[in-house]
C-alpha cells in the first residue's frame, strides 16, 4: 500500500513538473512566433495547465475507466473555480476584462451544457447514457471554433503582460520534450495506482476521480493562477483558469470518447449540474460588489462552496 502511495506522488510529481516544463517552453516558442500574448495565456498556458488531465484521461480511455475520466475532468473544473480561483482572489482580488465577462467565461458554461445534454441519451432516445465517437468530433469542433476565435483576438497590449523568458531554439525543444514525457509517465502512475487503491480501499473510482486525481491534476493551474495573482496579473489568473475549462470538456474529453465511447454513470449528473452551477456563480459575482471584478469575499465563499461539495463527495462516496 506505501509502495502505491509513493509512486501517485511520484506520477504528481512528474506530472507537476511536466506541465511547468511544457508551458514554459510553449510560451517561449509563441513569444519567438509573435503570438499575441492573450493568446498564450487563452490557449498555450491553458493548454500547457490542462496537459496532466489530458495524460490522465488518455490513460483512462485506453484503460476503458471511464468513471476516472469523466470525474477527473468535471472534479478538475469544479476545482479550478471554487478552489484555486477562491485562493487566487483571497490573495488579491481579481479584475476580469470585459471580453471575459461576456465571451470566455459564457463559452465555459457552454461547454458544461453540450456536456450534459450529449452525456443523457435516455431523456432523448431511451438509450443507454453514453458519450459517444459522434459526441467526441462535435466537442473537438467546438474545440476548434474555440481555438479559431482565440486567434482571431487582434495582437494588443493586455494590461497583464506575461512574464516570458527568452529562450534557445535548443532549449526550447527539450522543455517541450521533456514536458511530454513527464506528462505520459505521471499521467500512467496516476491512473493505474489510484484505481488500484480505490479498488483496494473499495471506494468508488468516481469518487477517486473527483477527489485525489481531480486536484492532483490541477495542481499546474493552481500554481499558475495563485502565482499570477500575487505578481497582481489578474489577465493571466482567470485566462488560465476559464481556458483550461474550455480545454478540459471541448478537447480533452472529445479526444477521450473518440479513443473509446465513455459510459455515463446519471448520478454524475449531480456534479455536473454542480459544475454548471459553479459557472453561473462565477459569471454572477462579475457584477456583485465591484464590477467585473472577483473580491475577497467573493473568493472565500468560493472556497467555503468547496469545502461544502467535497463533504458531499464523502458521504454520497
Known amino acids: ?20 516544463f511544457l ?18 495565456g487563452l490557449t498555450i498556458v ?35 473555480v471554487l478552489l484555486i480561483l477562491g485562493i487566487s482572489g483571497i490573495i488579491y482580488p481579481i479584475q476580469i476584462e470585459k471580453n471575459t465577462v461576456w465571451r470566455e467565461i459564457p463559452f465555459s458554461l457552454l461547454a458544461v451544457f453540450a456536456l450534459f445534454l450529449m452525456c443523457n441519451d435516455m431523456y432523448f432516445n431511451n438509450s443507454e447514457n453514453f458519450l459517444s465517437r459522434g459526441d467526441g468530433l462535435v466537442l473537438l469542433l467546438f474545440f476548434i471554433i474555440f481555438l479559431t476565435y482565440s486567434f482571431g483576438i487582434p495582437k494588443v497590449e493586455s494590461r497583464d503582460k506575461p512574464e516570458i523568458k527568452e529562450l534557445s531554439n535548443l ?43 481531480s486536484i492532483g491534476t ?5 500554481l499558475t493562477s495563485t502565482v499570477a495573482a500575487y505578481k497582481k496579473k489578474s489577465d493571466i489568473a482567470i485566462g488560465n483558469i476559464v481556458g483550461s475549462n474550455i480545454f478540459n470538456i471541448f478537447f480533452i474529453l472529445g ?8 459510459p455515463f454513470q446519471s448520478v454524475l449528473n449531480v456534479d455536473l449540474i454542480v459544475l454548471i452551477l459553479v459557472s453561473l456563480i462565477l459569471f454572477l459575482t462579475m457584477f456583485t460588489g465591484k464590477k467585473h471584478s472577483l473580491d475577497r469575499w467573493e473568493s472565500e465563499l468560493l472556497v467555503l462552496l468547496y469545502i461544502l461539495y467535497t463533504v458531499y463527495l464523502l458521504i454520497r462516496k
Open 1 to 20: 500500500m506505501l509502495i502505491v502511495i509513493v509512486l501517485i506522488l511520484l506520477g504528481f510529481i512528474l506530472l507537476l513538473k511536466g506541465a511547468d
Open 23 to 40: 508551458v514554459d517552453g510553449s510560451s517561449a516558442l509563441a513569444a519567438k512566433m509573435s503570438i499575441s500574448e492573450i493568446v498564450i
Open 46 to 80: 491553458a493548454f500547457g495547465t490542462s496537459s496532466p488531465e489530458l495524460l490522465v484521461n488518455i490513460f483512462a480511455s485506453l484503460k476503458d475507466q471511464p468513471d476516472v475520466a469523466f470525474g477527473n475532468i468535471v472534479g478538475s473544473n469544479i476545482v479550478n
Open 171 to 213: 532549449k526550447i525543444i527539450l522543455l517541450i520534450l521533456g514536458g511530454l514525457v513527464g506528462l505520459i509517465f505521471g499521467g500512467k502512475l496516476v491512473v493505474e495506482n489510484t484505481v488500484y487503491l480505490a479498488r483496494r480501499l473499495m471506494v468508488s473510482e468516481k469518487l477517486i476521480g473527483l477527489t485525489i486525481v
Open 218 to 222: 490541477s495542481l499546474p493551474e493552481l
Open 255 to 262: 479526444v477521450s470518447a473518440v479513443i473509446r465511447p465513455l
